[in-house]
């Protein structure tokens, strides 16, 4: 293999090890906060339910304590009938799904630079192994926000940059 070749192989390399895990922080914080909104509006459902032991409470016979109680079961109500309109639940499927991809294919191409560096080549087999995370990648994407964060992927940029420096990698002398 030509040494130019070389580099600009080892150069794609480099670069989906970029971004495989700047999309496992993306999509790892995105499910957590979708995980984080669906356990709050679950619970805020659970306790507005008027089969809720809380609405047992002596506290709700008060005058105040019913005027609190009616906002409660209201907003519960909305709460409800807001859920399966924004589909929260398929949200964080996909998220899991993303998360869960672009982490294994992450895990993969930390496996095939280690290899990289210590070997100090790159075989047909490395190669074979990249272009299988690529089109894992590429199949990745067909799921990607369409309109991502961008003060989020700013910040989940900088963790990447910071756990693989540029200087990191292993370039042919």
């Known amino acids: ?5 070389l580099r600009i192989q080892l150069v794609e390399i480099y670069t989906l090890l970029s971004r495989a ?8 914080v995105m499910l957590s906060r979708n995980q984080r909104l669906s356990t709050w509006f679950d619970t805020l459902i659970a306790i507005g339910t008027t089969g ?21 079961s209201a907003a519960s109500a909305v709460l409800a009938l807001t859920k399966p309109i924004i589909q ?30 210590r070997r100090g080549i790159l075989t047909e087999e490395m190669l074979a192994n990249f272009e299988a995370s690529e089109l894992r ?22 963790t990447v940059r910071r756990r693989h420096p540029p200087e990191s990698a292993w370039y042919p002398t």
Not at 55 to 69: P, R
């Open 1 to 5: 293999m030509q040494p130019e070749q």
């Open 88 to 117: 929260l639940n398929k949200k964080v499927e996909r998220l899991s799904r993303l998360f869960v991809g672009h982490s294994d294919n992450y895990a993969s191409l930390l496996i095939l630079v280690s290899r990289i560096k």
């Open 137 to 158: 990648f590429l199949e990745l994407a067909k799921e990607d926000d369409p309109t991502p964060d961008r003060a989020l992927v700013e910040r989940c940029e900088e």
């Open 52 to 72: 809720s032991g809380l609405s047992a409470l002596t506290i709700w016979n008060t005058y105040y304590g019913a005027f609190i109680w009616g906002i409660l």
């Open 21 to 28: 895990p700047l999309n496992k922080e993306y999509y790892g």
